[in-house]
């Protein structure tokens, strides 16, 4: 990157490359497990982010921020960068970003051959619209992971671990009932949609679940990292969501809010109980919600 011309010829010529050519593939638990650095030039910038939009991103100032950042670390003798870009893989070569752009370019300027990646699997908007449209429910849940569903070593009402889990990536512990709200929910013809604003392998929080003997069908995650471009899959998925089911449950830590999506309207269920109760009064207020309204 010689001058500041060709850095920017080259980000224009990745971001239009990207368009029409890189398609995201799964990446083996194998890959995700080993590959921890990998090429700066084999990692291509995602053409729906903000950065790769002209009218918002680059920011030239924060790619110079980290400039110095790296080139200060180098001088004494550190590892440049700490935290690893976040990366899914593509077809045909590569990994396509997810999040870290800004830094990326940074690493292209100082030259750094090789940087720090985390590769995760993601769940594409295609994948989602073939699960709602193979669903046989009209109902389904919402539940934020780090809200709800995970908890620290340290909380009081967490599951018991059911046994040792080789290369398990998610350390948490589980929200007590849980697994039997989960449950009821998916005999009761629920499909249950998690979401996250972290960025976890959609393999590992299925995993995760499975140690618990829990199914889950949407896994959404990375949702703080926003795109700029809505495609035409995400509104089908938003409409297909809106059209399949007649009414959304959110569960959260102090409140459930049913939604329904023919009206609009809504009602909201406070939910201040100990954590031992938390699941059964959880279900207490659904069966209220799918009671037959009294004649």
């Known amino acids: ?52 939009d002209p009218a918002i991103g680059p920011s030239y100032r924060i790619i110079s921020d980290y400039e110095k950042e790296f080139r200060d670390r180098l001088k004494k003798g550190e590892e440049p960068i700490t935290e690893p870009l976040i990366v899914g893989k593509v077809h045909p070569e590569g990994y396509m970003l997810i999040n870290g752009h800004h830094r990326w370019a940074a690493a292209l300027k100082v030259e750094i051959k090789k940087v720090p990646i985390k590769i995760i699997n993601m769940m594409s908007d295609e994948e989602l619209q ?8 009209d109902k389904r849940v919402t539940m934020d992971l780090d809200e709800v569903v995970f908890k620290s070593k340290w909380d009081n009402y967490v599951e018991k671990e059911t046994g040792f889990h080789f290369g398990s990536k998610i350390k948490k512990k589980m929200m007590l009932g849980i697994p039997a709200l989960f449950n009821y929910l998916t005999t009761h013809g629920y499909d249950i949609f998690v979401y996250s604003s972290e960025f976890y392998s959609i393999d590992d929080i ?90």
Not at 22 to 40: G, I, L, N, Q, T
Not at 132 to 137: D, K, P
Request: charge should be negative; glycine fraction near 6%; charged fraction near 30%.
């Open 1 to 52: 990157m010689a001058s500041s011309n060709s850095f920017d010829q080259f980000i224009s010529d990745e971001i239009e490359k990207g368009r029409g050519l890189y398609v995201p593939v799964k990446a083996s638990r194998f890959e995700r497990m080993f590959v921890k650095r990998h090429d700066c030039k084999d990692l291509h910038p995602n053409p729906d982010d903000e950065f790769s």
């Open 130 to 137: 073939r699960i709602v449209e193979s669903s046989q429910h």
């Open 206 to 295: 299925r995993r995760y679940f499975d140690r618990f003997f829990v199914h889950v069908d949407g896994i959404i995650t990375g949702t703080g990292k926003k795109n700029v471009k809505f495609s035409e899959t995400q509104k089908n998925v938003q409409n297909l969501i809106k059209n399949k089911y007649a009414k959304t449950i959110h569960i959260d830590n102090d409140s459930v809010i049913c939604t329904h999506s023919g009206t609009g309207e809504f009602e909201e269920y406070d939910l201040e109980v100990p954590g031992s109760l938390w699941s059964k009064k959880v279900i207490e207020i659904i069966e209220k919600i799918d009671a037959p309204p009294a004649e």
